[in-house]
């Protein structure tokens, strides 16, 4: 199985900051990755597939970017409701599999 | 609007087993396939396997096989998971979730918790 490690863990970050998360494949998975949002006792939401494409509706500060093993989402301008957890999907395989998430918090 | 509702929280003694439900709507059912994703307390999302909602043929994903039964209802647009022999371990929110066109996860139920516990 194709295993995908997100880092960082956690990241502090401050209101207006640029932010990027890393996403890596333990092997190539093409493009064939989504990002999503969670937030506490809610579902995940789709920010992002097929690696940079923007999923309708999602704020342009949103942007991923990446091929093959490793892939990068970028917020612009952090904003307040953007603090929560990211997590990577890889779709390339038969079975697809999650990153361990990154947890965005306020410094 | 495309929509998927799951059924209630479960309380649920260990070894007993029981059956999540994901009724859709908002679009052709047998169009997408359903993914399942468990979410234990405080832990990352796992993805748990799939279903072709046009053969019903699944997919289960390492550490979800035996216990785990995906199933459908085409005549109601509705996709159940059954897990059996619950263990302690089992208890999670499990969600269910529609697999668009380009292989992403586009819509989301809003989750059922699990709570096995003696």
């Known amino acids: 199985d194709i295993q995908m490690t997100q880092s960082p863990s956690t990241l502090s970050a401050s209101v207006g900051d640029r932010v990027n998360f890393t996403c890596r494949a333990s092997q190539s998975v093409g493009s064939w990755l989504a990002w999503f949002q969670q937030k506490p006792g809610k579902a995940p939401k789709l920010l992002i597939y097929k690696a940079s494409t923007l999923k309708s509706g999602v704020p342009s500060r949103f942007s991923g970017s990446g091929s093959g093993t490793e892939f990068t989402l970028t917020i612009s301008s952090l904003q307040p409701d953007d603090f929560a957890t990211y997590y990577c999907?890889?779709?390339?395989?038969?079975?697809?599999?999650f990153g361990q998430g990154t947890r965005v918090e306020i410094k | 609007q495309v929509q998927l509702v799951q059924s209630g929280s479960e309380f649920k003694k260990p070894g007993a087993s029981v059956k999540v439900s994901c009724k859709a709507s908002g679009y052709t059912f047998t169009h997408y396939a359903v993914n399942w994703v468990r979410q234990a307390p405080g832990q990352g999302l796992e993805w748990m396997g799939w279903?072709?909602?046009?053969?019903?043929?699944?997919t289960y994903a390492q550490g979800f096989t035996g216990r785990f039964v995906f199933s459908l209802d085409t005549s109601v647009s509705t996709a159940f998971l059954q897990i059996s022999s619950l263990e302690a371990g089992d208890t999670a929110v499990f969600f269910c979730?529609?697999?668009?066109?380009?292989?992403?996860?586009?819509?989301w139920g809003q989750g059922t918790l699990v709570t096995v516990s003696s």
């Open positions: 979730a529609r697999e668009g066109g380009q292989k992403e996860i586009d819509y």
């Open positions: 279903i072709n909602t046009d053969t019903g043929n699944p």
């Open positions: 999907q890889q779709c390339y395989s038969y079975s697809r599999s």
